[in-house]
Nanobody, 117 residues
């Protein structure tokens, strides 16, 4: 399974970005997909996840601002990020897995999101 993220960049606080993750390869057995983020010196944090059936999880820190979705026909995962804050600055990673809850078997290379104050 290969995962390729896109959509990161530099945005001012209060702005919006939409991350995309294109999945390819042996994806027929993939269940959960999600987005993690990491800043230097800190552990990777699960931001949002979505099951194959469409159930979603959003971390408290992003609830109400970020929305995860997936297009199974296009094998693409999205993260709509609104009302961005400087503390959202991080490298964002797409992940996929066989579990229906925590995606962690496959990882993308990451896309940088920087929010300026």
């Amino acid at each position: 399974v290969q995962l390729v993220e896109s959509g990161g960049g530099l945005v001012q606080a209060g702005g919006s970005l939409r991350l995309s993750c294109a999945a390819s390869g042996s994806i027929f057995s993939i269940n959960a997909m999600g987005w993690y983020r990491q800043v230097p010196g800190k552990e990777r944090e699960l931001v949002a996840a979505i099951s194959s059936g469409g159930s979603t999880y959003h971390a408290d820190s992003v609830k109400g601002r970020f929305t995860i979705s997936r297009d199974n026909a296009e094998n693409t995962l999205y993260l709509e990020m609104n009302s961005l804050k400087p503390e959202d600055t991080a490298m964002y990673y797409c992940a996929a897995g066989y579990s229906d809850y925590v995606p962690s078997d496959y990882w993308g290379q990451g896309t940088q999101v920087t929010v300026s104050s």
